[in-house]
């Protein structure tokens, strides 16, 4: 389900009642690949719940720069919320999703890739509450900016 911040708050309050643990994670999100999907999946399994942080087409030009996103944030929106492991997706135009995390505030905090854990954006806020931040390897030759590059050599 596709929900605004102000929804997340009240999410919050229903699934602790019923003793359920939220796993998030964020990103762009731009052109899903296996990679993805992957790293979703196992996000999932860390928890009850999955709340999927998107970067706004906003957010993601001045992440990534004037050529992207390549599709819109709704169409993400959209394809993420359609994915079995993804219970919630999220839409924010921050550069970061610190006040997504301070909504929603997650027992899990999930990044993929090489992050360092102590440097993942809401860390503190997931520690405070006694939760967990973890970091997912990324599966090897999946990337969107790959992606890009190899369709723009046909």
Do not use: W
């Amino acid at each position: 389900m596709i929900v605004t911040q102000e929804q997340l708050s009240q999410l919050r309050e229903t699934i602790s009642s019923e003793q359920q643990s939220i796993v998030f994670t964020n990103g762009c999100f731009d052109i899903l690949h296996v990679g993805h999907v992957t790293y979703l999946q196992q996000a999932k399994t860390l928890g009850d719940i999955l709340v999927v942080g998107l970067n706004s087409d906003d957010s993601v030009r001045r992440l990534k720069g004037q050529a992207r996103p390549i599709n819109n944030q709704d169409d993400r929106a959209c394809v993420l919320d359609a994915l079995r492991s993804v219970d919630y997706v999220v839409v924010f135009d921050e550069d970061t999703p610190y006040n997504v995390i301070k909504s929603v505030q997650p027992d899990v905090l999930v990044k993929g890739g090489d992050y360092a854990i102590a440097d993942i954006v809401g860390g503190d806020i997931v520690r405070e509450r006694g939760g967990n931040v973890c970091v997912l390897p990324f599966v090897q030759g999946k990337s969107t900016t790959a992606i890009i590059e190899r369709a723009a050599k046909q």
